[in-house]
């Protein structure tokens, strides 16, 4: 059996029973990139030489009795995470050539639990997007049908690990650009509750929703990496100084899923749902109920303003967080014939459509005269939409539904219509505007295509839908199935 | 003059914090090599996130309530969104609607009345203030040092009618800001910095004109020059039958004109709305009532004080309250001598406002490395009293404290200070003196009063200066009648 | 409502300091009047009273200590900058 196939806690056994060394580990899932990495297009940049360093340093430190459940396990980063040292990139040509001064938290904690970064992997353009199709640098492909799109935005971290060219990543999720490319590409990934995991050194999409949280090849995983990454960092006023749990003792908790209440929102089994979505999200949900579940029917009457809501809170929120990028610290410059042509040759040249398209969108919804029709409506109707899970989460302990009501599509399918592009958020955007946890894992496929299935937690409710997920996948092999890649 | 000025007045002032206002840089830039006081947060790189500087907040607190206004309980930071390569984000972090001082005032002394004038603040918010843009040649230089560093703007109502005032005004915000300890208050070192909005109204008609902003006023001469001269340039525009036109003016402080400047973008295009990487902030009323229990006292009450417990004019309780530190060590020795052998409130005064300031502007140096204990400024002011000394004599003394710190009554008896106040001995000293001057005494004895203060200079002299001078008077007196 | 005008797209890019080109402000013009129309559905919605949500967590009074870190040397705070000059970041000049 090849190294790179490896989950991480598997890994992690035979690191600690000697049977193998993070080089080792590292090498082979080098090799793997090597193989595949020309067809899946999974990472914008791969750094090798200094994966092989972290690795030996890995060992070394193992070699002294250090010992903690990442330590020598080769990880991808998703590009908008800031690395430093590192080029990172966002996906955006504005930044191309960047080297942050500087980890972002999450990276400085997997560092020093002995992580061994393999590369940054693609992302849409400042993580705008549901495809990865919309990266300035490369296209990835989805290892289970090369013709269509990862999904998106951390479509580079869902297709890396995947195809097995990490053991594990990191994503960012701010409208399901986590759950939606595990969902496409048969892996796990989990959304934090908004404030779980430090924001500082995720670049930047839409403040109030952004979270950074792991991709994996299990629900096991999953946990390890948000345990390495969660709790409280005083360089992000928005995190929560909440104890951190040991999630992998948390989920494995409990006989089955007794005694759990299991909530399906009715109105997210929408219209237009992929006939074969809906079969194996059933199929799922009667899973939970053999596994001694309680299920009922939830409602969340506000779900059909999610998508207007969402649009213009995180376009607004973008806008400005895009204002940075002017060329005159660091990045692209593009000079004009004066100090504000540069400006505004350096961002036309810089940002890609779909970039402007939203900056322009969140600065109209801010800009004077508009600003209650659309920002402030926005915002009260996210007060209606926390109070819809509030109430829900009065009933039951977790929520089921798909994170996607399709499969992956083909690659230019949508690119032309970009409210068609944004509908495909439908039911992922929802959890970031009420600050919730949700879990995709991988539930069956439609057509081919795999299905993801979406468990939804309250705020901090992490162990719970980790539970959910962890008994479910013990009883089913969806996870287990990998793509032939070509 | 025909028109009356309407002037209300933003003023920046930066606070005096260790670190800046949303990283932990220092907040100091004055002098700082270029961008060297910086980190990622303040030079805006990708994923960096702002934190609140507590104490910022609790120096703005501390000022609002010295400016009279409500605390805002409930408060919120926007972003307030504009292009410059002076401002990393893109974006300012201010607060907009929900600032955190609302409706205050501060008083003013006016040449024109006894009674104060009442300025009225609208409001006073914190924000972050931007770097510094140096133009060299055909390029500009960007230095980030002071951005991101905790900047107070206090925006008062269109209450203040002339330069005067105005000056008055930004005087006495910078001794507020002084005595709280909030600001160094410089406006040479661009701790605060003023904006004028002016406009004239034709007291006839009651028009009010149209409004003309007046920027980079960066000292206390340039607020005064810089209304008075655009006050005379739009009087004589509209005097001529002109118009004013709504624009920015900077002010040249070489040339002492105003100048029209290039606006940026206008009040629309800011784009405001709540910062959200910052949770509000929901002030405990109690943390606001412990900082105004520890406010000091105030340059206000303190006139009230001396002029009314201590008894002295307003002239002298102005030059005692003008500096926060000279009138601490003012009231420290006023404290010291109690009750105690005639050592009045008035007398400290003169000896503070007097010696201690003469030799203080002689020396360069600061109250606060005066080393004159209070006690011993009163032992001096008893050794007067006591006529154990006199006036030149406790002047040399003093002089003496002022380099060393040394007891009074240490340096009188090392340099024979001791005033003469025996009688038999100046009596005797009086009859040689007259013996000496018969031409004055001459003079006296037909009746020229004056001569005697001659003869009184005659004993001083003779005494080195010792001598009591009314008991040297008297025993001239009784020898010349006798 | 009605679909934006050509002239309002060109503010907004101005205010966003973008130069589009023609083709991009037809674009954006045809993209983003759908993007409201749909957004449109809010507007029927009722929220009197209904408090704005600027964040999904009852987080408040988040303030550190006024403590110095440690801030970047010069070169490492210039080192990515496109132009430099003595120290500083360098720009096209300025006109106040």
Redesign the interface.
């Known amino acids: 059996m090849e190294l790179y196939t490896l989950t991480i806690h598997q890994a992690q056994e035979k690191l600690r029973y000697g049977e193998t060394t993070s080089v080792e580990l590292t090498e082979s899932v080098l090799e793997r990139i090597a193989q595949v990495e020309d067809k899946v297009g999974a990472y914008i940049s791969v750094q090798e030489d200094l994966a092989l360093q972290m690795a030996r340093f890995a060992d070394e430190r193992r070699a002294t009795g250090e010992d903690n459940p990442l330590l020598g396990i080769p990880l991808g980063i998703k590009d908008a995470?800031?690395t430093g040292g590192v080029p990172?990139t966002?996906g955006s040509r504005i930044?191309e050539?960047?080297?942050?001064?500087?980890d972002?938290a999450t990276v400085a904690r997997l560092r020093q639990a002995g992580a061994v970064f393999i590369g940054k992997t693609n992302t849409d353009e400042f993580t705008m997007g549901g495809s990865t199709e919309y990266s300035a640098y490369c296209l990835t492909r989805n290892p289970w049908d090369l013709t269509r799109v990862p999904g998106g935005s951390s479509g580079g971290s869902a297709a890396a690990v995947a195809a097995d060219e990490a053991l594990g990543a990191l994503g960012t999720d701010t409208g399901g650009s986590i759950r939606q490319p595990a969902s496409f590409c048969s892996v796990v990934g989990l959304k934090p509750?908004?404030?779980r995991v430090s924001?500082?050194?995720?670049?930047?999409h839409?403040?109030?929703?952004d979270q950074i949280g792991p991709l994996a090849k299990d629900v096991e995983d999953a946990a390890i990496l948000l345990g390495g990454i969660a709790g409280h960092d005083?360089?992000?006023?928005?995190s929560?100084n909440a104890p951190v749990p040991d999630y992998v003792v948390e989920m494995k908790r409990g006989d089955g899923l007794k005694g759990l209440k299991v909530g399906v929102p009715t109105e997210y089994f929408v219209e237009g749902m992929e006939p074969g979505v809906k079969t194996a999200i059933r199929a799922a949900i009667d899973k939970l109920a053999d596994l001694g579940a309680e299920v009922v029917d939830v409602s969340l009457p506000?779900t059909?303003?999610g998508?207007?809501?969402y649009?213009?809170i995180v376009t607004?929120?973008a806008?400005?967080n895009?204002?940075?990028?002017?060329?005159?610290?660091?990045?692209?410059?593009q000079?004009g014939v004066?100090?504000?042509?540069?400006?505004?040759?350096t961002?036309?040249t810089g940002?890609g459509?779909e970039v402007?398209?939203r900056?322009?969108?969140g600065?109209?919804a801010?800009?004077?005269g508009y600003?209650d029709?659309?920002?402030?409506?926005?915002?009260?109707?996210?007060?209606?939409l926390?109070r819809d899970f509030e109430q829900a989460f009065e009933q039951v302990d977790v929520m089921v539904a798909p994170t996607v009501p399709g499969v992956a599509f083909e690659i230019g399918e949508k690119g032309d219509d970009?409210?068609q592009m944004?509908l495909i958020d439908v039911l992922t955007v929802m959890l970031?505007?009420?600050?919730?946890c949700g879990i995709s894992v991988p539930c069956g496929f439609s057509e081919g295509m795999p299905v993801g299935l979406q468990i939804i937690g309250p705020?901090l409710g992490e162990s719970g839908i980790l539970r959910a997920a962890y008994q479910y996948e013990q009883v089913t092999a969806w996870h287990k199935q990998k793509p032939g890649i070509g | 003059m025909k028109y009356q000025p309407i002037i209300g007045m933003e003023v920046h002032v930066e606070l005096s914090t260790n670190s800046k206002m949303f990283c932990g840089c220092s907040a100091d830039f004055f002098g700082v090599a270029p961008n060297t006081h910086v980190c990622?947060v303040c030079?805006?790189?990708?994923?960096?996130?702002?934190?609140?500087n507590q104490k910022a907040v609790e120096y703005t607190i501390m000022t609002g309530l010295a400016l009279n206004c409500q605390i805002q309980p409930h408060n919120v930071f926007a972003?307030k969104?504009y292009?410059y390569?002076d401002l990393?984000?893109?974006?300012q972090i201010s607060q907009y609607e929900l600032p955190l001082c609302l409706n205050g005032y501060v008083d003013i002394e006016t040449e024109e009345s006894d009674t104060p004038k009442r300025i009225r603040v609208r409001r006073a918010h914190l924000e972050e203030d931007t770097g510094k843009l140096t133009h060299v040649n055909n390029h500009?230089l960007?230095d980030?040092n002071r951005a991101g560093v905790p900047l107070l703007e206090i925006v008062t109502e269109a209450d203040i009618h002339s330069a005067d005032e105005a000056y008055a005004y930004v005087t006495k915000l910078r001794q507020l800001v002084r005595y709280l300890g909030v600001s160094s208050g410089d406006m040479e070192k661009g701790a605060m910095r003023c904006e004028v909005n002016l406009s004239l109204t034709d007291p006839e008609t009651g028009e009010w004109g149209t409004k003309v902003e007046v920027k980079n006023l960066n000292s206390f001469r340039s607020v005064r020059n810089a209304i008075a001269y655009e006050i005379e340039r739009q009087t004589k525009v509209l005097s001529k039958g002109g118009t004013i036109d709504q624009v920015t003016m900077g002010w040249d402080e070489n040339r002492a004109i105003t100048f029209l400047q290039r606006t940026k973008e206008g009040d629309?295009?800011y784009?405001?709305?709540p910062e959200?990487?910052?949770?509000p902030l929901d002030l405990d009323p109690a943390w606001i009532e412990e900082i105004k229990t520890g406010l000091p006292e105030l340059p206000d009450a303190k006139m009230a004080r001396y002029t009314g417990d201590f008894e002295l004019t307003q002239k002298e309780a102005l030059v005692l309250v003008e500096d926060r530190s000279i009138a601490e060590y003012y009231e420290s020795v006023v404290a010291v001598a109690g009750d105690a052998k005639g050592v009045t409130p008035k007398l400290v005064s003169n000896w503070v406002s007097g010696e201690l300031f003469r030799l203080l502007g002689e020396s360069g140096r600061n109250i606060a490395d005066v080393e004159i204990k209070p006690a011993r400024l009163v032992a001096l002011i008893e050794l007067v009293n006591a006529n154990t000394i006199n006036q030149p004599a406790a002047k040399k003394v003093f002089g003496v404290m002022f380099k060393s710190g040394r007891p009074p009554q240490e340096i009188v008896e090392e340099l024979g200070l001791q005033q003469i106040s025996d009688e038999d001995q100046l009596v005797s000293i009086a009859r040689q003196v007259i013996a000496d001057h018969p031409d004055p005494v001459e003079q006296f004895k037909a009746g020229k009063e004056t001569v005697i203060n001659f003869l009184v200079g005659q004993i001083m002299r003779v005494t080195r200066g010792k001598a009591n001078p009314q008991l040297a008077e008297q025993a001239l007196r009784e020898l010349l009648q006798s | 409502m009605a679909k934006?005008s050509l002239e309002?797209?060109e503010t907004?890019?101005e205010?966003?300091?973008?130069?589009?080109t023609d083709a991009?402000k037809a674009?954006?013009q045809e993209?983003?009047s759908?993007?409201?129309e749909?957004?449109e559905?809010?507007?029927k919605?009722d929220?009197t009273g209904?408090?704005?949500?600027?964040?999904?967590?009852p987080?408040k009074n988040?303030m550190?200590p006024d403590v110095n870190t440690l801030s970047?040397d010069n070169e490492?705070a210039l080192?990515?900058?496109?132009?430099t000059d003595e120290g500083s970041?360098k720009?096209?000049?300025?006109l106040e």
């Open positions: 995470i800031i990172t966002a930044l050539g960047y080297i942050p001064p500087f972002a509750t908004y404030g924001r500082y050194g995720a670049i930047a839409g403040s109030s929703l005083p360089l992000d006023a928005t929560l506000h059909q303003y998508i207007a809501v649009y213009m607004a929120e806008s400005a895009l204002s940075r990028y002017d060329g005159v610290r660091y990045g692209l410059r000079d004066d100090m504000w042509d540069t400006f505004r040759q961002r036309e940002f459509p402007k398209r900056i322009m969108l600065t109209y801010l800009s004077a600003y029709a659309y920002y402030l409506k926005a915002q009260q109707v996210r007060t209606l926390r970009p409210l944004y970031n505007l009420a600050g919730v705020a | 990622p030079l805006g790189m990708p994923g960096t996130l702002p934190v609140i972003r969104n292009f390569p990393p984000k893109g974006y500009s960007v980030l629309t295009g784009r405001y709305f959200p990487d910052l949770p | 934006l309002e797209v907004i890019a205010l966003a300091k973008l130069t589009l991009e674009m954006f993209q983003l759908d993007i409201l749909y957004a559905m809010l507007q919605i929220t209904i408090p704005p949500t600027a964040s999904a967590i987080l988040v550190r970047l490492e080192f990515n900058a496109p132009q970041f720009v096209q000049a300025v």
